[in-house]
């Protein structure tokens, strides 16, 4: 392949400073100190407080109800 006519899109995309909460961004809460820690998709495991390695998933949505039957 020659020339690569990667064109920068200007005025397409609006960047924010507050990216998260919504893409690819997990809520863990340690299992040591208890303190939530948004971890990005890829991020290391470890607590941002204690350094803790062990996280515990933290559902944002509410919990399935389970089928009494
Ligand atoms: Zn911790």
Known sequence: M???DYEAPSGAFSQRDDVAASSGTMIYRCG???VRVPLE???PIRCQKCGARVLY???TR????FEAR
Not at 62 to 65: A, G, K, L, S
């Open 57 to 59: 998933k933290e559902r």
């Open 41 to 43: 998709k890829g991020a």
């Open 2 to 4: 020659s020339g690569q």
């Open 32 to 34: 040591d100190c208890a």
């Open 62 to 65: 509410r919990m399935v109800q």
